[in-house]
């Protein structure tokens, strides 16, 4: 049976190293500032991390390399099924929990360590991302590795672009600057067909118009609104108002085009 | 119909267009926008002022073909469209949903996606309250520029300041569609802006209006909840940042803020820390950044040789990748995966990530296409594999919306550029005999004639066996293996084809369709619905469209009854006719002035009258002339002229047009009577000077087109090809129906602009069958003239001519018993003087009412059409007369009616001014008309540009008006002359014409060199030369 975690924290892991910051139980203490986070962590106990054992890299970037959208996957954030099998079911600190860990509270053997080392293992089981960072393999440098293997499959001088890619180098990208350039940019976009069309990346571009939870009120920068108007003291707090006035406009207006667009397609 | 509907943004509004220049056509483009109404809820286009931007758009194509000069470079050009204001555009782009637009017949662009998707994004940084104020340049008033002032309005705009935020908004700008730079933009410093730079600005401009609206909205809502913030501003005491503040909060006021060029920089900056800037563009140094590829999956038809059966050959998918920047650059993935870097220099560009981004690219197509997913089980994805069956899996379910998702897919037909082939019919149509036409059926129906034809399957241009339009149709792919290469079909067209070819190979159609057919435009041509890829024609009929009818004409021989000789043409021109008539067609017959168009309508008048009565309509001053032609060519065609106050009418009217071969009347009349002749039956009708109907709505036309006979002839000597436009009428009456309404006529042919040009090359087309013009410069034509061609023009006189001749004809004869001799001889010269100087025009003979209006002489009214003609034709004519005063009258006249007087050479003349004008008038500077009034010589007077002379009144010895004539015809005149002699008809200029004619062939001694043998007559002889005969003309 699994054990609830009573303690809260949180585990991050990075530069060779495990951290996890404890927290005091969930207490709302008076004259908190209210900025959405009610506990503050006490300590923080730090557990070294064993680089990951050699072959690990080189069969995951064999997997990958294989399964070219499992890496597409991973560079996207998600977690690969596949590649995700390949790694340790251990984590890499130490295997019994307790054992080199240090905390910050400075007192050898305190609680904390062993808690720490819970709610570790505990993360571990439960965060595919914490794995890949534990075990040193952001998908970055995967991707890199990859990419490298890939390009190492090739003859000699197959990287060479071709003609029509090197020509108008330089000069090209002067003409694009000026002026008359223009018209001839569009000219070539209207005889291409593609006067009209987005390019790639407005594909990319995603928008989110419907937020779970409220958002929270940005804080309009009281320093720089009065510096620049020293005569308006309550410039900052009209800004905020006004924004805050706004986002609950544009949420209504967001929620009214969602029913509609919901109503469009059903 | 498909309307368009392309959106950009102008920087104050969002311009909505239909990309069409035609005023009409954007009328009817706007009123129907006007009334569109969207599943939001609303008509966003209502009240849209009507707007006119200045962009780089392409010229409207002539048949398809881009313009030459546009290759180097769009040109500016204004386009009239409506203009969205952020109110209005704002719940329009949130809304958009193409496929709303495209079910109410828009076809929208699809940058509105974009400006819709860069609308959602303004949105959700509102959302999240990621604004920030900051300020835009405004106009100053216009006193103020001088001063080197500046304005700024202060604005609320995006806050970029979160990564994730500035790198969509540099994502969205870079994938601006290039329409979106279309706008020609009249700033400092415009030249130098990269398109990175505007792009930006473009975007930027566009986000912040809809946020500033957004904005002003709030604050005019939270209204007194903002008083405590408020500044009271104070000029000259409150810094400007308090004025740009209250500016702010004005709500929908707008307000600005002037300063010198130093304060309102300082203010820019000021204000720049609250984090409202633009993100700058990349710098001269670095390469600019490149947009990211775009995919591209290539469909590979499979080797003929890997099977024999074409359904077990294996198709390939292949990947590149795009560069957006030139859709024609196409990196072949392989190369990707190649790169030892991340990074590449592309055309100036640097890319970065490349082989992520292909990924990345590949992943998503693979969401949508199993094809792609298949692709990618392997390391470096190039190529997939695909069966037959899992092409057409492909290309109907996979390739749409990967094309939605901005995937490039190709078929191997781009790589031949050819595209979708396609189909339609050809049709043949079989030849009328001439022989056989006209025959048979009554009444003749002209372009309601039926033509018939053949019809054939046709895949671009290529006719299909009944076999290979049954498989093409069979056929379950767009994509198809056609006699040995791959094509791509629309297959509901080609089942059209076949199924209409099943029930119906041969057809038939009206003349008139056939005509309208063949000369519509490519989308247009449209037979039963289906696509009319050309039409076949042969013999007569082929020869009628294509204008080669002459040639191809039966010879007819010229009746015998016919009192003259055709010159060759004018053989031509009468078989011409009668063909015409054979087939039922009317006929318009427009040659050149002076080939002699009249004679040519007599020989057809001779050829059939014994088929009723033929009806001839001609302006009032042509009456003569017609007479004198038909009683020269003609004299066994009875004529009746219905002209004059003792005209029929009634009974006895209907018993004349009955009893006669030929009925004459003008215009005037034919309005006037119009009920009578409306009645009376004819065999054919012919209107002279036709151009006299041209104005449909007049009285006279509009009875003229009630007229009805089965055969109609119409005439003119005006250049008809630069008039196409006022044929309508003429048509109308020559072949009613043929040119479809006047509305719809005025609608095509007059709209001008550049497509009138295409427009008015159709007309032409339609109207050469039923045309035959000739001009005298034409080769053919010219040897077939004589050098000189003498036409004489009979004018009428007027009612005071008349009883002012009447009064000296009666005085010399009560006078010329009693005188003999010398006496007697001087008699009859002055009496005959004062006869001719009346039939000038009055006011030589009765010197006390000098005015010189042209009413008062009948042949100065002839004289004017004349020259009327002779100036349209861009010809020069010489006038001579023999009385000064005459010459005097006519300067003055003509100067008045052509704003510009003729030069006049006369006695009087001193040498230098004689040879300033003649040199004038030779080198085509000054009036294109000279008059002369000489008795004789003038040596060495050279006016060969003239190639018309007229005799306004005549010597009566041959010999000196040659000798006037030849002053125009001598080596050097290239051209051939027409020599006009103008005769008052029922008067002795008529009958000493025609003794001159009788003994011109005897000897010109008998004539005499100078007027003596006139005097040397009887009294008989003298009374029956001057007494005036009178048709009763007035």
Known sequence: ?266 | MNQHLYGIWLGDVFFCFSGEASESKVDAWTASLRRLELAYGARPFQQAALRLAELRWTAPALRGVPRRNERKGLLGRTLEGLALTAEEAWPLLLNYEESELTAKGITPGAEMNYWSGAAKFALELMLRGAIAPSARPAAVPGARRRSGQLALRAVWGPRLDNIHDEERFRQLASAMPPIGLAPVQHIAMEDELSVEARQLGVLHSFLTAFIDHEVRKTTKELGKELNSVKGRYRRGVSPLTELWWEGLLSGDRPLDIQGTSAEIEELTGEISVLGGELPSASSEDEPAPGAGFRLCLRLEPPDESEAEEPSARTWGLSIWAEVPEDASLLLPAALIWNQPNQEMLIRGRKYSGVQENLLLRLAKAAEVSPEVAAAMNSPRPEFAKLRPEEVYSFLSRSVPVLRRHGVTVQMPVRWTKEGKRRAGVRIKTSSWDPAQAGKGEKPKLGVEQVVHFEMEAVLSGQKLTQEELAELAAARAPLVLFRGEWIEIDVKEIRQVLRYMKKHEQGSMTFKELMHLTNDTLEEGRYEGLYVEGVETTGLIAALMEGGILKNLRPLPVPVSLQGTLRPYQERGYQWLSTMKALGFGALLADDMGLGKTVQVITTLLSDHTEGTRLIVCPTSLLGNWQKELSRFAPELRLYIHHGTNRLHGEPFMRACQEHDIVLTTYHLAGRDAKELKEAQWGSIILDEAQYIKNYSTKQAQSVMKLSAPHRIAMTGTPVENRLSELWSIFQFLNPGYLGTYASFRKQYTGGGEEQAAELLRLRKLVAPFLLRRLKSDPDIRKDLPEKIEIKSYCSLTVEQARLYRVVTDDLMSRIQESTGIARKGLVLSSLTRLKQICDHPSLFDASKREGTAGRSGKTERLLELLDMIRENGEAALIFTQYVQMGELLVKQLAEHYNTAPFFLHGGVAKNDRDRMVNLFQEGKGPSIFILSLKAGGVGLNLTRANHVIHFDRWWNPAVENQATDRVFRIGQEKNVEVHKLICQGTLEERIDELIERKKSLSEQVVGSGEQWLTEMSSEELQSLITLQTGDWS
Request: hydrophobic residues 45%.
């Open chain 1, 1 to 266: 049976m699994k054990k609830t975690t009573q303690q809260e924290g949180r585990v991050t892991a990075s530069e060779g190293e495990l951290q996890v910051e404890l927290y005091v139980n969930k207490v709302r203490r008076e004259g908190d500032a209210a900025d959405g986070k009610s506990m503050s962590p006490v300590c923080t106990v730090t557990f070294p991390l064993a680089a990951p054992e050699a072959g690990l890299l080189a069969r995951l970037v064999n997997h990958l390399g294989s399964h070219p959208l499992e890496l597409a996957e991973l560079l996207q954030g998600g977690q690969p099924a596949g590649a995700a099998a390949l790694l340790p079911a251990e984590p890499p600190w130490a295997h019994a929990p307790g054992a080199d860990g240090a905390c910050s509270c400075g007192s050898a053997s305190c609680a904390h360590v062993a808690a720490a080392a819970e709610l570790a293992a505990a993360e571990w089981t439960a965060s595919p991302p914490l794995r890949w960072a534990a075990l040193g393999l952001a998908p970055q440098r995967l991707q890199g590795a990859v990419f490298a293997a890939w390009a190492s499959d090739a003859p000699a001088g197959a990287s060479e672009l071709p003609a029509a890619a090197a020509r108008r180098g330089e000069a090209g990208s002067r003409a694009e600057r000026q002026g008359p350039g223009l018209a001839e940019w569009l000219a070539e976009a209207a005889e291409q067909d593609r006067l009209h069309v987005p390019g790639p990346q407005f594909h990319d571009v995603k928008v989110i118009l419907t937020s779970g939870e409220e958002q929270a009120e940005p804080a309009a920068d009281a320093q720089a609104w009065a510096e620049l108007l020293p005569g308006i003291p309550g410039a900052a707090a009209g800004v905020r108002r006004i924004e805050a006035r706004l986002m609950e406009r544009t949420r209504e207006q967001a929620r009214r085009l969602a029913a509609t667009q919901q109503s469009s397609s059903s």
